[in-house]
Every structure is written in C-alpha cells, then in structure tokens.
C-alpha cells in the first residue's frame, strides 16, 4: 500500500475518534431509527477495522467478483461500509423496479462527491452527480429536450458520414499492413471525434479534436493516481500537495483546449445576434450553444467558461468510453459468431441494398441489427454499476423490509439484472433472436430499454436518471455496427477464438482487446457507386490535375472523378472567420455606404463596363468548338456549377501582369476579367481554381466593398476628386477586409479544384512563376517556405515587420495563403463539406 495512504491513515484514525462513537452509536445504539425495518444484511464486521479493511480491499478490478460472492451468500440487497457511509447494493431487478421506477422521486438523489469530483463537477454542478433538484432538472433538460431530443438527431448527420469515413479510413490503411487490427483504439478516436463536434460543433478541426484527446486521455490514465486525494482532503491538501497540483494542473489543460472553442461559438452567437440572422443561421446546434444561454435557476446567473468546460468534459467522458466499449463487444460477438455476421449482412444488404453506405433512414428497417445490438447490451453492458444513488428523505424503506439511510450510496448491478435466468432463458448466450418480436409487456413489437413496465435489463440505468444519451447512443451504435458489416468481412485472426474474458476499468472491458482481419465485402458496382474514402483524400495525382505545360492539351471528353457540386451551398458554408469579422466592422464605419454608393456611382460603372467591353475580348460558348476560348468558357461553367451559382460574363484581357478580377456592377451582369499572361502560366485546372477564386467574390456577395477595393487596386482612384475621399483609416480597414475576403475565395477554389496542391501551385506561380520554370515549383517546399515564415516572423520585432510589410497590401502573403488553404483542406469543417456534395455525372469536356 502506498507509504502516504498509510501515514493518512494512521492520522485519520487518531483524529476522528469522535466520528467513529457516533457511527457506532447511530449505526448500533440510535433510538431514532423505526426498529421494524433493518438496513439490508451486511457480512460480518467489526465496526471501523471492516472500513478499513474493506477499503484496503476493493478496488476497481476486484469490486465485482467481491460483490458476487456477498450477494451469493446475503442475498440480493446487501450492506457495505467503507468509511463512515453504508454502501447499498441491488442486484435483483424487482428490487431495482421497485427503488428507481416506482419510488423514482425518492431514489433519485446523489451522494455528496468526493473532493475531486466536486472540483471538476464545478460542485456538483454536471448533469450526473447534481443533487436531485432545480439545478439538476435545468441541465438534464437541457441535454435531453434542447438537445438530445431524437427530433435533433438528423443535425449531425453528416458528422456521424465524416466519422464514419475517418474510421473506414484508419481501419482499411492498418490492414494494408497486414498485422491484425486491434479496433478499440480506432472505435474510441471515431467515437471521441463524434463527440467532441456534437458538443463543440462541426467548425473544430481535426488538430484541435487531438489535442482535446490528448488531454482527456492523459486525465482518463491518471484517474486512480488522484483517488487518494479524497481520503481526507483537508490533510491531503497538505502532505499530499504535490499531487494536488498536479491534479489541478491536468483539469487546466482540460479546460485550457476546451475554452477557445467555447469563445468560437459564443462569438458566432453574438455575430449571428448582431447580424439578426437567424437562429445558428444553418449551423448544427452544438452542446456548447445551447450552455451558452442557460441560467442557474438559484443564482440567476449564467455560467462561466469554467462551468461550460466541465460540462463539456462529462459530455465527453460519459459518452466515449461506455459507446467504445460496447461497439468492441457486439464486434467481437459478430466475429466470435459469423452466422450472426453473415445473417446481419443479408438484413443490411436487403434493406440498403449494395449501397456503400447504410443512412440512418435504413436503421429503421433493420430489426436484426437491433436485435444484436440490445442482445450485446444485455450481454456485456459496458457499465456494470450505475451512478451511485441515494435518497431523498430520512430513512426509506424498499419493498415494505429494508432500511435504506439518508447518508447511503446506493448501486446497482447492472449485469445481473440482463442475466437473469428467470427472465431470459440461457442468459449467458449470445442470441439476437430472443429481442425479435418481443414485446416486452407493452404492446409494442420493439423491446422497451427504459424498463419502466419492467426491469429486465438496465445498460443504461432506469427511472429519473437513466442516461439521457440513450437514444443518442443506440443510433450510434446501430449505424456504426450496420456500416462496418456492410463495408467489411470481419474474421478473427487465424486459429484464433475471439476471448470473450472481461476486465473492469472504468468500463467492463475485453480483457484481451479485439484483434481482427477484414475483408472488403465485394459488389457488383464497386467503382461506379457514391464516393468513396479515397475519392475524397486529397491526392496529386488525382483526375485534371497535372503540371502539365500550358498548350499541352487535358482534354478529351472526360467523366471527372472529383466533380462534386454543392447543391446547397451557402457562402457562408466556406466563408473565412477573418472576412466575416472584418465584413461586420466595414459596415459599421459611419458614412462608408454613401461613400461607396457615390464612388460607385453610374459614372464609374459606366467607364469600368466600356473599359472591359472595349478592350478584352467576351469568352462565350459560341467561340470556335475546341479553341482554348471556349475550354476557358467550360471551366467557367463547370465552376460555377460546382459552386451552386449562375457563371458571370468572361473576358480576356491582354496584360502582362498575371491577374485576375471580378466586378459586380448594380443592374449588369458581373464579370469576371482573366489577364492574358494569366493563361500563359496556369494549367487548366489552375486557371479554373483561379475563376472558382473570382466566384467566390461573387457568392460571398463581396460586391460593393470589392468593386470599391478594385478601384483602388486597378489605380482608379487617381481619377480626379476621388483619390482625396480615400480616409487612411478606410483604407486601412478596406485592406484589411480585402485580405480575409481573399482567404475566403481561396476556399472556394480548393471547393472546385478538390485538391489543395492545385490551389497553392496558383499561390505559388503568382508569387514567383514563370512559363518556364512552372513545372519545376514543389508545393510542398511552398508549404515549408511558409511555415519557416511563420517561425521568422514569430518575435515580437518579426511581427512588427510582418505587420507592416502586410498592412497595405490588397492581398495576404502568398506562402500566408498556402498555408491558410493547406490548414483547411484538412480541417474538420472542408471534410464535412466534401460529404455533402453531390457527385456530378454529367461528362465535361475539361
Ligand atoms: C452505450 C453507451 C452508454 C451507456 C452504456 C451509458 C450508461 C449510463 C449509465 C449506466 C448511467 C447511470 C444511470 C444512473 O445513475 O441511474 C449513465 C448516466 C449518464 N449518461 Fe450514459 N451511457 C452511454 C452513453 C452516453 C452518452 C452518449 C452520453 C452523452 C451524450 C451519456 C451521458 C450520460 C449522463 C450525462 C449521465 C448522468 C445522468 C443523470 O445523472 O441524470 N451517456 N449512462
């Protein structure tokens, strides 16, 4: 035993002499209690040395096997206590019926936490050890009606799409190895990525869900290191300081990665408020959203970052591992049991039919899937004891003979509720069968998990603080076990069994976690279907791309792999944070409008529209059949198309400078404006990258403030009487906003050109190309370029250059871009946007 819990020991033992006479006297000689009822039996005990010797004795590995063999021989209610507190447990489920569904009121209290659960509960302020009671009932019904509501599933739908694909991902490149998979770490980053954007919302990005895990791992492996700190905190406190720290030092890391992306969604609210959008204007619904504008009910307050953060991290906690665990179970039982596969195989294969994917509408039509995933459940429930419980008043008595104390823990064992010999027959098979048609007393054909009419199983709890993410959980569960059968054969590893042993941890575990081969399910469509993971990875070498010399010709009539269009893409499905913040503080310079309206007058449009007309030439359909104009007037179209938008007017304009420009001008067609030189140096999927950059202007609506910025770029503001209207504060701001809307138009190109290389070749051929060195530029050099910039420029005297080199120019640092559009080709946010595309099936001449 560790040398401090010896010495706290012996210290508590000599101070609280006190505590033990009254223990013994309440527990032995109190007159108060009604003599007719007994607390439930108890093993034999002296009182205090049993604490003591019980506490030496229990631990989390050993805690069931103890608890068996004293139900065993006491019976199904029995007594422990360790320290001053009676430990009730239930291991029958009439018993179990009787406490939680019909005394649910009564029963539905908590004990007080320990130390350092107080500490990182913000005082028992978390949905799971809140005191039965106003504070409890706000935040529960926050998550279970605001949130969790089944009316709300479908919002994260194509995050649980993304998941899906990460894992498929993680999962098929470790078989490319050949070694077996072991799957419970890839099920736990799958289900811990899930997580954290239902609870953050779909805008974090990957970078940021790792170091989130990062963090809550590393609290996860300490978690029994700190348990000694609540023997006696006022005194660990002071021998035990170190760890203290140390504990305290952990929950800062925790709440220090999860404030930030609080801070995002609270500025998005206000933004969306300012702006008197709608509601989350199109965004999912985040967990942290709907925290946001809470109010403790008894302090008529809302919470503070602090309170969100820890309620963000028992979203996380509750959530993970319980779905992991039993995900790896009902897998493990599939393998263990390929009739069981095979048969789960057909019921998907009918229903969705040799699709890829399974949607969550198809779950409704797989009774058999649900079938394996409550028979995993009763079989191997991840949690093997509840939340402790305790009641509400002075002494309760359960089922008219036992005594149950205010000051009690009460549990239940939730295994021995589903193994029940007399309420399923030869419990310890695993046998889906049994839960088809059944009805369970309720009249309805699907089994009632909640256990209200009849406890039969308890996974999840029962009554009043039955876990409110249930149903989440079950879809979850459903459409994950129902796309991993339908994508893969799984098999055990050769001459292996699967070992169905357990091991108890935070959850009930696989002792030897599940190792696997898979086999691809083969289909008769394999190529042609929806897309796959691998048309979504980014690839140099994917279709239309190359670093081909201009006039070489990519052409043919080909069916791009990678042509995705946005059906309903909305600008500010891509918009960069920067252009939207700057957009806001454009708009409120006073007088900025009029100014804009009166440099934007008829006269100027006038002369920047006949400009055009008279010098460039119109790029339209109607120029000759497989002339370089009219590939320019395809890519325009095809851009546009991807982009969900009408494509403007093109011209062509005889320049050396590579540029290009789009003018939205009020009551004309906007065009869009291509420097010959341009075309010189830029592939043709370049040369589209750098259109679906102009559209973007046009979809974001940059209009007023581009065309305003473009006349000051293009020198228009020598024209007499304009240049002296031109405050330097405006310009500033105009440059400022400038810069962000050009970061917002890159995205859109990395949209259509669906590969971030060919946009940051573009970046990097404006920035120091030439025809004839162009095939000779190595993007990812750029991208090093730019992170060495980064470094250069890190001090504070590099910022201070940085930031007036920057400071006047209409467009950020080339390597700046590339390193922007590099970042968010691989964020969380583009990933979920490529899912929703749609592929296009129309041939394009490219
Ligand atoms: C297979 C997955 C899951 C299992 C087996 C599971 C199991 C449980 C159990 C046994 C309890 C204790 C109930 C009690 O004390 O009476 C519980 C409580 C809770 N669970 Fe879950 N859970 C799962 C998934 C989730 C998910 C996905 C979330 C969050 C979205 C969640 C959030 C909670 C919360 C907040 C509580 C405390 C409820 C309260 O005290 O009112 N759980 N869960």
Redesign the pocket.
Known sequence: MNRWLLILLSISVSISISGILKFICNRYFSTTKPTLYKLPPSPQSIPLISSLLWLGRISTSNIHSILNSLHAKLGPIITIYVGSRPLIFIADRLLAHKA?IQNGAVFAN?PPASATQKFVTSNQR?????FYGPT?RLL?RN?TENF?HPSRAKSFSHSRRWVLQVLENRLESQEKSGQPICVREHFQYAMFCL?VV?CFGDNVDENQIKQIEEVHRRAFLSFNKFNILNFWPRVTKFVLRRRWEEFYQLRKCQQDVSIPLIRTRKYLQEEDRKNMEPHHHGRAVSYVDTLLSLEFPSERRKMNEEEIANLCS??LN??TD??T??LEWIIANLVKYPKIQEKLFMEIKEVAGNGDQVSESDLKRMPYLKAVILEG?RRH???RL????AVMEEDVVLNNEYLIPKNAAIN?L?AEMGWDPKAWEDPLTFNPERFLNHDNGTGQDQFDITGSREIKM?????????????Q??ML??EYYVANLICKFEWKAVDGDDVDLSEKSGRTMVMRNPLQVHLSPRRRPADAALTFSSSDLSFRSGSVGFGLAKKNQRVRVSVCRASSFVFRNLDADDFRHPLDKQNTLILRAIPGLNELGKALLGSVTEQIMLLENIGTSVLVSKNQKRESELSELHQLMTEAAKILNMEAPDLYVRQSPVPNAYTLAISGKKPFVVLHTSLVELLTRKELQAVLAHELGHLKCDHGVWLTFANILTLGAYTVPGLGWLIARNLEDQLFRWLRSAELTCDRAALLVAQDPKVVISVLMKLAGGSPSIADQLNVDAFLEQARSYDRASSSSMGLYIRNAQTRELSHPLPVLRAREIDEWSRSLGYQQLLKRAIQSTTPHDV
């Open positions: 939680l908590r978390n949905v799971s050890l809140a409890w529960r998550l969790l997580l239902i028992e979203f509750a959530g319980t779905t665990t039993a459940l429930p991840p949690a509840l939340i402790p419980h239940f939730v308890m996974p999840f709890g029962a009554g009043r603080r039955i876990c409110p993410g249930y989440l959980a979850h569960l």
